[in-house]
């Protein structure tokens, strides 16, 4: 099912304008600077107490990205489907396959981590967030699955590590800060 799925988006979802345009997802010089403009807004509107929040929100950056590469990875070793020999007549290169492990996704995990994060620290102050940071997470994770460098059970797994450690780093955050309202 993994391979279907993967071979439909890649094949069947293709053009000349996603091939441009999901490898600007996966670039953090595309994706960094909109983090970083986030923090310094945080910090600009919530002072001492969005100098906290930005220091949770690169925890739970940090914990994602430690807990998927460092911890799971090397443990489960599942080959990338860009460099599984029988899918190879069927993958477009797009980007440079990698030697890494596959599962789960890391860009999967730290997206929906920092995404889980921001919206349950937020609250329901800011209602516009919660569509905007799930789109983001899943726009990064569909450009994953796109250029064949993560099958869909890497992203779901991905996605469902992240949500777990943004929420409880979120919760912790709220129960210490309360909701970071950007009034």
């Not at 345009?21 to 983090?35: D, E, G, K, Q, S």
């Not at 920092?114 to 994770?141: D, E, N, R």
């Not at 797994?157 to 309202?181: C, N, P, Q, T, V």
């Amino acid at each position: 099912m993994d391979e279907t799925v993967l071979h439909f988006i890649h094949t069947q979802c293709a053009s000349s304008w996603l091939d441009t345009y999901v490898l600007f997802l996966r670039n953090p010089y595309f994706w960094a600077p909109v983090y970083l403009f986030l923090l310094v807004f945080v910090i600009k509107k919530s002072g001492l107490k969005g100098l906290w929040w930005c220091a949770f929100f690169f925890v739970t950056f940090v914990f994602c990205d430690f807990i998927s590469a460092s911890i799971i990875k090397p443990f489960i070793h599942r080959i990338r489907p860009c460099n599984n020999p029988s899918l190879f007549f069927s993958i477009r290169e797009l980007v440079p396959c990698g030697r890494g492990f596959s599962f789960p996704s890391s860009h999967a995990t730290n997206h929906f981590g920092m995404a889980i994060y921001l919206i349950s620290t937020l609250g329901q102050k800011s209602k516009f967030v919660m569509p905007l940071a799930l789109l983001w997470a899943i726009l990064v994770c569909y450009a994953q699955l796109y250029v064949c460098v993560h099958y869909p059970s890497d992203i779901l797994a991905g996605a469902i590590l992240g949500s777990i450690i943004g929420w409880m780093i979120g919760l912790y955050y709220r129960k210490r800060f309360g909701e970071l309202g950007l009034s």
